[in-house]
C-alpha cells in the first residue's frame, strides 16, 4: 500500500482506513481479499455461491471510469493489509448511485462499514448525485441494520421479493 493519494478515514473503533480508487494492478489483491471475506458475505456482494469470485465479476471494480463509477479499496493504515472494497455506480444521468461494500471476514464489528458508508455518500454528493441506493439479500439483516442506521430506507424491489432496495437522499 502507497500512502501517497490516500484519503485518511477513522471507524469508531479508532481504526485508521486509507482509501484509494482501484485499477487493474489491483486485480490479484482483490481476488486474495474476496476470498477473506465470509462465503455469506460474497454470496451478499454479488448474489452468488461461488467460492471464488471470477475475472468477469472483479472487471467492473478495476475498470471504473472515475467518475460515474469508481471502486474504492481500504487499506488498514497500521498494517497495509486491505480490509474492505466499496463500489460506487452512477445512473446515466447522474441522479441516482449504487453502493456495495464487501468487509473482510476479520475486519467486521470495526466501523468498517460505517466510515465506508458515509464516504461513498460524499463521493456521490460530489459528483451531483442525489440519492444512493444498496440491493440487498432480504436475509442481510445486519447491512439493512446499518444501513437503516445511516438514513436508509427500505423499498421492496420490483420483481424479486427475496430482495429490497435501501435508499438515502441527499436533497
Same mark, same amino acid.
Do not use: F
Given at each position: 500500500m502507497t500512502t501517497d493519494a490516500l484519503t485518511k478515514l477513522a471507524t469508531r473503533s479508532g481504526l485508521q482506513l486509507g482509501v484509494r480508487p482501484a485499477g487493474e494492478a489491483d486485480e490479484a489483491a482483490l481476488t486474495a481479499f474476496f476470498d477473506a471475506v465470509s462465503d455469506? #458475505? %460474497?454470496r451478499f456482494r454479488f448474489f452468488s455461491a461461488a467460492e471464488h469470485v471470477s475475472h468477469a465479476q472483479l472487471d467492473p471494480l478495476i475498470h471504473a471510469d472515475h467518475f460515474r463509477s469508481e471502486s474504492f479499496l481500504a487499506f488498514d493504515m497500521a498494517s497495509g493489509e486491505l480490509v474492505a472494497s466499496a463500489l460506487l455506480a452512477c445512473d446515466k444521468a447522474m441522479d441516482t448511485a449504487e453502493i456495495a461494500v464487501s468487509i473482510r471476514a476479520d475486519a467486521k464489528g470495526k466501523g468498517v462499514g460505517w466510515a465506508l458508508l458515509d464516504f461513498l455518500g460524499r463521493e456521490a454528493q460530489? %459528483?451531483?448525485v442525489r440519492r444512493v441506493i444498496s440491493i440487498e439479500s %432480504? #436475509?442481510?439483516?445486519?447491512?439493512?441494520?446499518?444501513e437503516r442506521e445511516k438514513g436508509f430506507t427500505p423499498e421492496a424491489f420490483d420483481g424479486d421479493p427475496t430482495l429490497v432496495v435501501l435508499s438515502k437522499t441527499f436533497r
Open positions: 455469506e #458475505d %460474497r460530489a %459528483r451531483g %432480504r #436475509d442481510n439483516h445486519a447491512t439493512i441494520e446499518l
